[in-house]
């Protein structure tokens, strides 16, 4: 058991309240660092308390964080991505935060994210995910290199006893830092899978090319879903420890919503800022793993001399430079791309870098930025028009930015592929590829069929 010093929590608690004014509800933010705990622990334990959990974890730094709970929503229908930042903006401002720490993940947090395409009317499938929706939790660890951090985050006012609220946060802290309260779930065994329309979706993808050659774009995305039955409800728990042990040089998330459970890995990231220093990625590109050493640095090579590939890595190179130039300088980005290699695939990848000018923001940034080329299309405004036509899919929040932001400038974003929406033993999975004027309708079927390894690998697939 990690013990809390209940006593200087209470006297935090005593001077915030303190400070608020009459008639008026604050968010107090206290941040403490504590002794090593396990997140996926932490994550499991939760579940006796809550049925809306975060998980965010970049898996090659090391770097977690965990929401339990929610003490705050932030949540946006129209212009989401300025409405999301005023209210965080004015949660800041008022909210009373106690962090000596200053580090990045650490003070008051919010975790969340967005739809892929707003003006798509939303299906049953995602109706607990809003268009932007980002939570600040009640309760909230995170792992970096400076060490093991606990975040409290309640609401009061004048009125509130710090005694009582010191007692309640007490005994739920016990029960989250118990690393004997919970074993994790056993792993999923898969009972059925079905595809959701294949046929249709590769007429759309002819009907694309057709699009394409007619001069009204360049690229199309185009996703499919694929439906999985599971023997027993799934524990996100299991899933997640599979997808941290599997799935190495990537983003691992969860986000709950009520009991649905939008889960992953993507590696790739939208957008990182750390102070005024930005950094996003482009990964597009994509090819199988070799089965031996040979075998794969062959299908590295050819993936590196694709024509299609280098095309398509490129849309998305220039994009990411184009949108970066509205809000940063010093922008810096490699002659050509290399190989980012994952377990079961790898990919085009090349790093931008670039330094934040001032009076802007994360939000400037992903706004600019999605969607990618490489979820959307080139034209943007062409590739989206025909996706909302004839894709006839609720992406939700498949394709979409997912991150977080805290109180100290510091956030990071990732594009959510490779994930699936779990609903008790029911999970939605969606993949997606780039369609060009000389695209093979089958080709872009198996290409989209690799994709969804990952996922089921996870599931017992």
């Known amino acids: 058991m990690i013990e809390i010093k209940e006593e200087l929590l209470e006297s935090k608690l005593a001077e915030a309240i303190h400070k608020i004014d009459s008639n008026r509800t604050k968010l107090i933010s206290i941040t403490r660092k504590i002794n090593a705990v396990e997140p996926l622990h932490f994550f499991e334990n939760a579940k006796q308390l809550t049925k809306d959990r975060t998980f965010w974890s970049s898996t090659a730094d090391q770097f977690y964080i965990v929401g339990v709970g929610k003490s705050y929503t932030i949540s946006a229908e129209a212009n989401r991505f300025q409405q999301t930042e005023k209210l965080w903006e004015s949660l800041l401002q008022d909210a009373i935060i106690d ?12 975790l969340g994210g967005m739809s892929f395409d707003p003006d798509i009317r939303k299906s049953r499938l995602w ?20 060490g093991y ?9 004048e009125r509130s006893n710090p005694g009582k609220l010191a007692d309640s946060i007490k005994q739920h802290e016990s029960l989250l830092l118990n690393p004997c309260e919970s074993s994790f779930p056993d792993e999923p065994v898969i009972e059925w899978q079905e595809e959701i ?9 002819k009907l694309a090319t057709e699009t394409i050659n007619q001069g009204d774009a360049d690229k199309i995305v185009l996703a499919r879903e694929l439906r999985v039955k599971l023997k027993h409800s799934a524990g996100i728990s299991a899933v997640l420890d599979n997808l941290i042990y599997t799935q190495s040089n990537s983003y691992i998330f969860a986000f709950e919503q009520d009991g649905d ?30 089965e031996t050493s040979s075998e794969d ?16 890595h490129e849309f998305v190179v220039s994009m990411i430079k184009h949108a970066m130039e509205h809000y940063c300088t010093d ?18 990848f090349t790093p931008v870098t670039a330094k934040l000018s001032a009076g802007y ?20 405004k062409e590739s989206i028009e025909f996706i909302r036509e004839h894709e006839q899919l609720d992406r939700g929040w498949y394709g979409a930015p997912i991150g977080w932001l805290d109180s100290n400038g510091n956030g990071e974003f990732a594009v959510a592929i490779r994930s699936g929406l779990i609903q008790g033993d029911e999970v939605s999975l969606f993949a997606g590829c780039g369609v060009v004027k000389d695209s093979d309708p089958m080709a872009e079927y198996e290409e989209t069929a690799i994709k969804f390894t990952p996922m089921l690998s996870v599931l017992g697939g």
């Open 361 to 380: 923001s994360i939000f400037d940034i992903i706004g600019k930025l999605h969607p990618t080329p490489a979820l959307g299309g080139v034209p943007r």
């Open 149 to 157: 951090f606990l975040t409290v985050n309640v609401q009061a006012d």
């Open 331 to 348: 922008i810096k980005i490699p002659d050509a791309p290399v190989i980012y290699p994952l377990k079961n695939l790898q990919h085009l």
């Open 197 to 205: 329309a294949p046929r249709d979706w590769m007429d759309t993808v």
């Open 99 to 110: 962090n000596p720490f200053q580090v990045p993940g650490t003070g008051l947090l919010s």
């Open 261 to 290: 459970c939008f889960v992953g890995a993507t590696p790739e990231r939208l957008a990182k800022v750390e102070g005024s220093h930005v950094l996003s990625t482009c990964l597009a590109g994509t090819a199988p793993r070799g």
């Open 297 to 312: 640095n062959q299908i590295a090579k050819n993936l590196l001399d694709d024509e299609k590939n280098r095309s398509e």
């Open 127 to 146: 109706e607990k995910f809003g268009h932007s929706l980002f939570t600040v939790p009640e309760y909230m660890l995170t792992v970096n290199e400076s």
